[in-house]
């Protein structure tokens, strides 16, 4: 499985971005995909995840209400819209996939800078 973010930039508090994350190759043998971030200085954190079959999702406490992960099956995209960003969401951001068999794959990330 390989993926691909694309999105990121640079945007003011307040503002907003959608990232995205293409996925191709053994692609029917994901079940949660997620995206993480890692701030600098900071260790990587869990931001959101989907899971394949029902669409249920999961979100860290610092980004639900703001952030809506979701996924069109159809084109193997999973996206993450961020609204009323904070400077504090300033991080490289990266798209992440578990499959059915312990199997974990990640993305090359994608900056996002928000400025105050």
């Known amino acids: 499985v390989q993926l691909v973010e694309s999105g990121g930039g640079l945007v003011q508090a307040g503002g907003s971005l959608r990232l995205s994350c293409a996925a191709s190759?053994?692609?029917?043998?994901?079940?949660?995909m997620g995206w993480y971030r890692r701030a600098p200085g900071k260790q990587r954190d869990l931001v959101a995840t989907?899971?394949?079959?029902?669409?249920?999702?999961r979100y860290s406490a610092s980004v639900k209400g703001r952030f809506t992960i979701s996924r069109d099956n159809a084109k193997n995209t999973m996206y993450l819209q961020m609204n009323s960003l904070k400077p504090e969401d300033t991080a490289v951001y990266y798209c992440?996939?578990?499959?059915?068999?312990?199997?974990?794959?990640w993305g090359q990330g994608t900056q996002v800078t928000v400025s105050s």
């Open positions: 992440n996939a578990a499959g059915s068999y312990g199997d974990i794959y």
């Open positions: 989907i899971t394949s079959g029902s669409g249920n999702t």
């Open positions: 190759g053994s692609t029917f043998s994901i079940n949660v």
